[in-house]
């Protein structure tokens, strides 16, 4: 919550507080604190860094056949390849990404990157990568990225499978990210 709400300085005080070592053996029990402390990384582009745990966590989350773990991780490589510029590299890891989220229909994974992924899915698009399913992924986002919305060639598809979030739902999402309790949701909209 404290990146999205681009509190940097908090989430690093976390990590310090939790003695997480970008070098140190993620284990299965503290999986989360580590994929956490991997976007930390990401955001004070420290890649290289973000890139072994990276590393490290997809092999164990292979090992153990945690399918939307290794698509999460995937896409966590995509953003960090992409940062450091090597779109070639990023193209390649989100490829896989998409192949494994395909044949589970995964949709809000993708979405929770937010307009970074956005933007590389338009990239993919673009490429021919799994262009009916990218399409669908892109339709679920709430807002168009503004500098890809007007792209001609790009078509949101025509399936009602995918409904995008309501006012309301996007509302209380807004409140969630700034740290409200359900308690203090519940007063704000009531």
């Known amino acids: ?62 090992a153990g056949e945690r399918n939307s773990r290794v698509i999460e991780l995937l896409m966590l490589q995509t953003l ?14 989100l490829e896989q990404a998409l192949a494994f989220a395909e ?15 956005a933007r590389l899915l338009y990239d993919a698009l673009s490429r021919g990568l799994s262009p009916d399913y990218v399409r669908r992924l892109l339709a679920a986002f709430p807002k168009p990225v503004p500098e890809l919305a007007g792209a001609a060639h790009i078509q949101s598809p ?15 999402l807004q409140l969630i990210a700034e740290g409200l309790t359900n308690q203090g949701i519940a007063t704000r909209l009531f």
Request: proline share 5%; aromatic share 6%.
């Open 80 to 93: 960090v390849a992409q940062s450091g510029g090597d779109t070639v590299q990023a193209m390649s890891t």
């Open 1 to 62: 919550i404290w990146l999205v709400q681009g509190k940097l300085e908090l989430a690093s005080q976390w990590v310090g507080e939790r003695g997480l070592d970008p070098d140190g053996e993620p284990t299965y029990l503290h999986e989360m604190e580590h994929i956490a402390f991997a976007r930390i990384l990401i955001a004070q582009g420290r890649l290289d860094e973000a890139a072994r745990l990276l590393q490290r966590l997809l092999e164990a989350a292979e």
């Open 158 to 172: 025509k399936s009602e499978l995918i409904e995008p979030l309501s006012e309301r739902e996007l509302e209380v």
């Open 103 to 117: 044949a589970g229909g995964f949709i809000r994974i993708f979405v929770d990157e937010g307009p970074p992924m």
